[in-house]
Structure formats: C-alpha cells, structure tokens
C-alpha cells in the first residue's frame, strides 16, 4: 500500500482530495504514509482517530498534506468547521464518504478491500491491532479509484 500511495502521492498537487474508504484495518493510513513520501512531506504520518486532522508541512516545497479521519465527525458540517485550505493542500480524508460533498467540485475516492471475508478482524470486539497490521501486510487488496462526483 505504501509504494501505491507514494506512486498518488508524487502525482498530487495544492488542490487536491482523496477520500479514502474501506474497513477498519483495510491499509487507508498506510497508505497515506506513502502519499506523504511522494509529497515529501515531515512525518510520522499516524492515523488522526482523536486529534481528526493533521497537517503535514512540505519540506521540499511542495503542498502540505492534511491527513483528516473523519469517523468521529457528525456531519459534512463539522468537515468544513476545520477550516482547512483545501486551495494550497493535498487533503486525504479518511471515512470521508458522504462527508465532502459541496467542499470541492471534484475529488478522487479510493476504496480499499482487504478481502477478508469476514476473517481476521473483529471490529465489533476491538480485537484489531498493530500486530494484526503487520502481520497482514502482504494480503493482497482491491483498490477502485474513481474520480466523484
């Protein structure tokens, strides 16, 4: 996931959304470590469950990177009260799937799939970890990218 994102990340520009979609511990943060490699942008890029949104400034001079989970936001509302530059930044927003409708006229959505089938990972108990990442790490994924509306 991260040589995917990487590939995106070098192609992004100010401007640019992509809502990323999938299941819990489907790769939508490793995958936005990636874009942030192609962006060369300052890390650690970690998931923004409790803090909803962080702002990775460039260091090559290119745009920064705001890294949004949107799980936690009520509605597209909330979205816009963050106030972000969506002119002058590259903008992955996690669980962004209703949410981002009317703040851009265009965006890209990336839908992941583990492929799981309803094996290793329990949401409904919470048992997901690092560890489970880690060891999944090669599964193989199904990726649409579409570009919305």
Do not use: N
């Not at 990340?9 to 959304?17: A, Q």
């Not at 939508?28 to 409790?50: C, D, I, N, Y």
């Not at 990336?110 to 094996?119: K, Q, T, Y």
Request: charged letters at 25%.
């Amino acid at each position: 996931m991260e040589a995917l994102g990487e590939q995106i990340g070098r192609m992004l520009r100010p401007g640019d959304l992509i809502v990323l979609t999938g299941p819990l511990g489907a790769g939508k943060t490793t995958l936005t470590r990636g874009v942030a490699a192609g962006l060369g942008v300052r890390g650690p890029v970690q998931s923004p469950t409790f803090v909803i949104a962080r702002t990775h400034p460039s260091l090559v001079g290119a745009a920064p990177l705001v890294h949004v989970d949107a799980y936690r936001l009520g509605s597209p509302a909330e979205l816009d009260d963050l106030d972000i530059d969506y002119d002058a930044s590259a903008v992955i927003v996690e669980w962004g799937r209703g949410m981002v409708e009317g703040l851009r006229e265009h965006w890209w959505e990336i839908e992941l799939d583990r492929g799981w089938h309803g094996r290793g990972v329990d949401t409904a108990c919470g048992t997901y970890s690092r560890a489970t990442e880690e060891l999944d790490a090669d599964t193989p994924r199904v990726v649409t990218l579409s570009r919305r509306p």
